[in-house]
């Protein structure tokens, strides 16, 4: 347990280093108008661009989500958990470069400033999208954080012997002194360094499954176990039909393109960065990551009687790997959820400190990034205060549409406005038709989290571009 504790506070000294030296860098770039804090001077390059959009993508879930998945419903994970990686990869090469430009023309620094911005209307009607679409993304992301700070607070707790209470203040605290220091660029580069470690711990992993059995002889047991967990019948838990895995494929794309978490990289990349290249990189890492959901299908097979299937995780490293690997691998799943927690405190910050702020108050512009940084304070304490008074029953319901919400509110304004340039109002009817469809789909259809955002954001899409489409200039003869 000393050991533990020794090698994690060096880890967060680490952390904490890379916070100091991206705010010297900002610094010394003298980014304007919030810019260096909000969009980390715009000087993301393309491996750093590829590793931040990477662990934040995949994150904690790949390594206790997925695997307890697999545990629980067998091969469909791994299926499912192969499309994320080439999802993100099409998401970067189509939209990256056309978001990044229209942000530089518009002068967007984050997701609802670059909706509002990128679409013509009176600075009333301005000021509404930016607001509902920062409001939006705050109570949202509010809730969608409160899920993480649970789920690192119960795996730090078992590693570090601490109480969850204090081991998701304690992780808490930690991401918010770096995300204070440096904004995104220090979300960015702390995200690349997590992604490094999860693709060594994948590989180790996954070794130490190939040296205990092969894949073929794996496969060959569950199928003779139980037929469904190799030849699925349905494509359980994301969708009653057979074929609703490859849904997953579509979900990711527009998770990595619409929410503002993610998407934001995007605005922040260098203006000469190469897209091709950070695809180039990303590809790699999608496959490694990729093969962690196998550790859930080797541990049905060798302790199948696990009472909790999230614990596939955790048991599988106490098992199978020795005291130190086991806990160096444990701390990079832990910091691998701290990228996602790190990255949501950045985007909740900025909505309520830049976004809402400047739609409230006319013509107040952010001179400087002090105002940012003490919302990334109050904003952690913030999570803390849901995360342990909120009602558990209530809060699971509405991050049932927390990110599908979110999702199918910014399909319309964000990937259409590429085929056709509405006008603000037309922006806000598409934004409130992706939410509505969603809430009614969740609630009263009871379709499933994968199918709802996909099928309410064609409805959103539908919208911004027949009305857009309409509310065209016409060019008249003379």
């Not at 942000?103 to 911005?117: C, H, N």
């Not at 679409?133 to 109570?139: K, S």
């Not at 190469?274 to 990303?282: E, G, V």
């Not at 959103?460 to 571009?465: D, H, R, V």
Request: hydrophobic share 55%; proline share 4%.
């Amino acid at each position: 347990m000393i050991y533990n504790w020794i090698v994690f506070i060096i880890a967060a000294i680490g952390l904490i280093s890379v916070g100091v030296i991206s705010n010297k860098k900002i610094k010394a770039q003298k980014s304007q108008g919030g810019e260096g804090f909000l969009l980390g001077g715009k000087s993301i390059g393309a491996f750093v661009g590829a590793g931040t959009l990477m662990a934040t993508g995949y994150s904690g879930w790949g390594f206790i989500g997925s695997p307890g998945t697999a545990y629980a419903f067998g091969s469909i994970e791994v299926l499912a958990n192969f499309f994320f990686a080439p999802a993100i990869v099409f998401g970067t090469l189509f939209f990256a470069n056309f978001m990044r430009k229209n942000a530089k023309l518009s002068g967007g620094l984050t997701i609802p400033d670059y909706v509002a911005t990128t679409h013509s209307g009176t600075d009333e009607q301005k000021r509404l999208v930016h607001f509902i679409a920062g409001l939006a993304t705050f109570i949202f992301l509010s809730v969608y954080m409160i899920g993480q700070i649970r789920a690192v607070g119960l795996v730090a707790s078992q590693w570090l012997n601490i109480s969850e209470v204090y081991a998701s203040i304690l992780l808490l605290l930690i991401v918010t002194i770096f995300t204070m220091q440096g904004g995104l660029l220090a979300v960015a580069l702390t995200d690349t360094i997590m992604c490094i470690g999860m693709l060594i711990a994948s590989v180790i992993v996954f070794g130490v499954i190939l040296k205990d059995v092969s894949l073929t002889e794996m496969i060959t047991a569950m199928g003779q176990i139980d037929p469904e967990l190799i030849n699925p019948t349905t494509s359980d838990p994301y969708g009653s039909s057979k074929y609703s895995v490859y849904l997953v494929f579509i979900y990711a794309l527009l998770f990595t393109t619409t929410l503002p978490y993610m998407s934001v990289r995007f605005l922040s990349l260098k203006e000469d960065v190469k897209i091709h290249r950070m695809a180039l990189y990303m590809v790699p890492m999608g496959i490694i990551l990729s093969l962690i959901p196998f550790v859930g299908m080797f541990m049905y097979l060798r302790n199948p009687e696990l009472s909790n299937p999230d614990s596939a995780m955790p048991v599988f490293l106490n098992t199978y790997l020795s005291p130190a690997l086991g806990g160096i691998i444990t701390l990079f799943i832990l910091f691998a959820m701290l990228s996602t927690i790190s990255s949501i405190l950045q985007a909740l910050a900025s909505s309520l400190s830049y976004d809402m702020y400047t739609s409230i108050f006319k013509n107040k512009e952010i001179k400087s990034d002090t105002l940012n940084r003490v919302v990334v304070g109050i904003t952690a304490i913030w999570g803390l205060f849901l995360t342990f008074l909120a009602p558990q029953g209530m809060l699971n319901q509405i991050a049932y549409i927390g990110t599908g919400g979110l999702i199918s509110m910014f399909v319309g304004p964000v990937i259409m406005r590429a085929f056709v340039k509405a006008n603000l109002k037309v922006c806000l009817y598409s934004m409130l038709t992706g939410f509505v469809v969603n809430v009614i789909l969740v609630f009263f259809f009871k379709i499933g989290w994968v199918e709802a955002p996909i099928l309410a954001g064609l409805a959103g899409s539908i919208i911004y571009l027949v009305f857009g489409y309409l509310g065209k200039p016409k060019i008249q003869a003379v």
